[in-house]
């Protein structure tokens, strides 16, 4: 019975090659957006679920309240690991990872060679014991104890010293310590929300005075079986308020509940770690984190697309019910019961599924290199290949039967009788639901047009908004700090470079994570304002070209090493009214960690800009002078003129060349680097135009179908019409405006929902567009006229048909 089913159902394909044709490309295209993000999903959940005991492994961060705003921290005061496996009976473990240099490039020698890495890591002794990597050579509970000491991963070890044995060998920070092996681990998993290739131990920084108010380090902590997560954070406030009410008293002056009632506070919750690379978007995480909203908004989309393609399928089965009718009343008549035919209509639609999906996955692994470069990814192929597979047939197979189920219960309750007879029409609840479909698919495709012009609006806005700085043509150079007393001599030659026009140094960029935490309040006053600092050069504001809103910009001809520049958001919390030449007090003793209070004279107020991204607004600046702290080393900005920016680049790495030949030259583009911070929605932008292209291009194949097959229903409706004078124009009309209705409902019904789910959307930016009214008037226009031109084709090729031919059979 089932070979007498599939032959049937072949020669059927074979029969209708214009609707098998529309119906496989439809699907096709409907399981290769599906497969693709299915894999994209599938990738970024698997982040953190191979560590052993993931599920008991928490990541300690920081809310820090300020009096009227507040910012999340990944990383909090290093002093507290120890307290919460010494004080919270629930903690097994805790670890503290922070990046060797900054998350930037560190430059090692071994045995005279000289290499760069970038993923190194400071940990505790207790890693191996929260994260239980295993350990190849070296003692677990030792092999992090002592200070200067590194565990390499097996990869590391074997690219660097082969098949010798590594263990007590030594290399060389260039310009810092020597490091020696103490242990080879297994590589980590491949999907962490922070990697590594080498851990150098933490016990060189344990003795340094305890710190319990300052941000260092991100704290892990390893909970006991059962333990469970609330009850941990519920303890943390009661071991604050023990352990920084007195660091609180000693540098900010007022008690720690005085501290709490101006509104400053410090709330600790627990991250599981599975969750961090989704749900995390915090300051100073230890790697670039997805998007839990991305994810569930692809996985909506492939869920609509493949819809979408089904529901064509659907459209085009009952609406070719009455080609099929006189074939039902016929095997009806011979004896076929209605289960044997329905078995034969879901063996049609099964058939069409399968080729649809061996023609999905050739186009999956064409088009894989695309994706991956759409969505910055690096999927393989043989992510289908062993179980996987199995589970994608068994989905197309779903997809036959499911779409192919109302129609093959339609087609199989037909009388044979009335069919036979020539009585069978259309009822009106098949054409209500047909037309019911054909909404539907537009309303998701007239929906993911608007969300995508929306997300394009929203990142021209963040790309062009003024930023109170020009981030373009300027260069930031990493790893200055090398030069240490060769600086100022380097940034001279770099000034006379025919190319170059200004030249400044600083320790963070705009964009940067670099900015660091720093107190200040007024002479004679208690309560103080926390911001963020930075230290510059004299030449930093004039290469980035920010202008003062009052006072002066640093400057060689006054001693300025214990002067203080304010953004306009410090003045504003400070309450000051006239700052140029008033003095600030800050507990914060950059140049020795317990050293008593400095007091600063403001110099300056720079007009407000951005320096961190667009999703959050701008807090206190101040900014500090290099002359003191030399702490503006770290990057050398290079604003170029209007010319050839690779020959000045290429002068400029000789000039490195010959002051740090050891050291590889490190460039970045400040404009390419802000760009960077959108990374997250460059990628949804990209993905929605392909999906939003691809949906309404599935409902249009489905539209032309339905049109196709009207019209053949209405040829001699047509030939009448023209026999008593009717226009072709007036035709073409008449057999489009049936579409245009629908999909102008369909309009209708996407906006608000469009309008919903970006309103939510934009709730991430605290700088952000207005709702573009033009955007869905643009998207209902689009949706239109594809409609319009998928249709218009066939009804002008039915208009222009001779009536003779349509009328000969009457």
Not at 127 to 136: A, D, H, K, N, T
Request: charged share 15%; aromatic share 10%.
């Amino acid at each position: 019975m089932l070979r007498s089913y599939l032959k049937i159902a072949w020669r059927n394909l074979l029969k209708n090659k214009t609707n098998t044709a529309i119906n496989i490309t439809g699907l096709s295209i409907g399981m290769t957006c599906c497969i693709l993000i299915v894999m994209y999903v599938v990738d970024e959940l698997s982040y953190d679920r191979d560590w052993p005991n993931a599920a008991r492994i928490y990541r300690v961060a920081l809310e820090r309240k300020y009096p009227d705003r507040s910012t999340k921290y990944a990383i909090i005061p290093p002093s507290y690991a120890g307290v919460f496996q010494q004080e919270l009976s629930e903690v097994d473990e805790s670890v503290r990872l922070s990046p060797f240099n900054g998350n930037g490039p560190t430059l090692l020698k071994y045995k005279g060679q000289s290499f760069e890495e970038n993923n190194i890591i400071i940990a505790d002794s207790g890693f191996f014991r929260v994260f239980q990597i295993p350990v190849l050579r070296g003692n677990r509970d030792k092999v992090l104890n002592r200070p200067n000491t590194v565990v390499l991963t097996q990869n590391t070890a074997s690219r660097l010293f082969g098949q010798a044995n590594p263990l007590g060998q030594l290399i060389e920070v260039v310009g810092g310590p020597k490091l020696e092996v103490s242990g080879i681990c297994e590589n980590p998993p491949e999907n962490t929300h922070f990697d590594f290739d080498f851990l150098v131990s933490s016990v060189a920084n344990e003795a340094q005075p305890a710190n319990f108010i300052s941000f260092a380090a991100a704290t892990y902590v390893l909970l006991k079986p059962g333990a469970r997560p609330e009850t941990v954070q519920g303890k943390i406030p009661a071991l604050v308020e023990k352990y920084a009410a007195g660091q609180v008293q000693r540098n900010f002056g007022v008690s720690f509940r005085d501290y709490l009632k101006a509104g400053n506070g410090y709330f600790y919750f627990l991250q599981p770690l599975q969750s961090i690379h989704l749900n995390s978007n915090l300051e100073a995480e230890l790697g670039t984190n997805g998007s839990q909203t991305l994810v569930t908004i692809f996985s909506i989309i492939a869920g609509f697309v493949l819809l979408i393609a089904g529901i064509n399928f659907m459209n085009l089965a009952t609406a070719r019910s009455s080609d099929r009718a006189r074939e039902v009343g016929i095997r009806k008549a011979l004896g076929s019961t209605k289960t044997q035919l329905a078995a034969q209509f879901l063996t049609e639609s099964v058939l069409l599924s399968l080729f649809s999906f061996l023609a999905a996955v050739m186009l999956v692994a064409g088009l894989l290199p695309y994706f991956n470069n759409l969505a910055g990814k690096q999927l393989s192929i043989d992510f289908l290949v062993g179980w996987r597979m199995p589970l994608l047939v068994l989905m197309a197979l779903l997809i036959g039967l499911l779409a192919g189920s109302y129609p093959a219960g339609v087609l199989s309750a037909f009388e044979p009788i009335k069919v036979l007879k020539g009585k069978f029409f259309a009822t009106r609840q098949g054409q209500f639901l047909r037309n019911g479909l054909v909404v539907f698919q537009f309303s998701i495709s007239v929906m993911l047009i608007i969300c995508t012009l929306v997300v394009l609006t929203q990142l021209h806005y963040i790309q062009s908004k003024e930023l109170g700085f020009a981030k373009e043509s300027v260069v930031t150079i990493q790893g200055t700090g090398f030069l240490q007393g060769k600086t100022e001599a380097f940034k001279e030659e770099l000034r006379q470079l025919a190319g170059v026009a200004q030249v400044g140094a600083t320790n963070s960029t705009p964009g940067a994570q670099n900015f660091f935490g720093i107190s200040f309040r007024n002479q004679g006053v208690a309560e103080t304002v926390t911001g963020r600092g930075m230290v510059i050069d004299d030449d930093y504001l004039p290469a980035l070209k920010m202008s003062m809103q009052a006072g002066r910009s640093f400057s060689k001809a006054f001693n300025d090493s214990l002067s203080v520049i304010l953004n306009e958001e410090a003045v504003k919390e400070l309450g000051l009214t006239d700052p140029i030449g008033k003095q600030l007090i800050s507990p914060d003793n950059l140049v020795k960690a317990d050293g008593p209070e400095v007091t600063y004279t403001i110099v300056g107020v720079v007009k407000n800009f951005h320096f961190s991204s667009l999703h959050q607004r701008i807090a206190p600046l101040f900014i500090l002078h290099d002359r003191w702290f030399n702490r503006a080393n770290n990057q050398i900005i290079v604003r170029l003129k209007a010319s050839d920016s690779q020959a000045v680049l290429a002068q400029t790495e000789g000039l490195w060349k010959r002051y740090l030949p050891e050291q590889p030259f490190h460039y970045s583009f400040l404009e390419a680097d802000w760009g960077a911070l959108y990374h997250s929605e460059q990628v949804s932008e990209r993905l929605f135009s392909v999906f939003s292209l691809l949906a309404i291009f599935i409902a249009c194949i489905g539209l032309l179908g339905l049109a196709i097959y009207v019209i053949q229903q209405r040829t001699k409706e047509i030939g009448v019409r023209k026999v008593l004078g009717a226009s072709v124009s007036g035709i073409v009309l008449l057999l489009s405006k049936d579409f245009l209705k629908l999909v102008l409902i369909a309009i209708v019904i996407a906006s608000p929902v469009a309008w919903y789910a970006m309103s939510q959307w934009l709730q991430d930016f605290a700088y952000k567009i207005d709702m573009p009214w033009w955007a869905f008037l643009l998207a209902g226009l689009l949706a239109v006229f594809i409609a319009v031109l998928t249709v218009s084709f066939q009804s002008i090729k039915a208009a222009l048909m001779n009536p003779v031919k349509s009328l000969r059979s009457e």
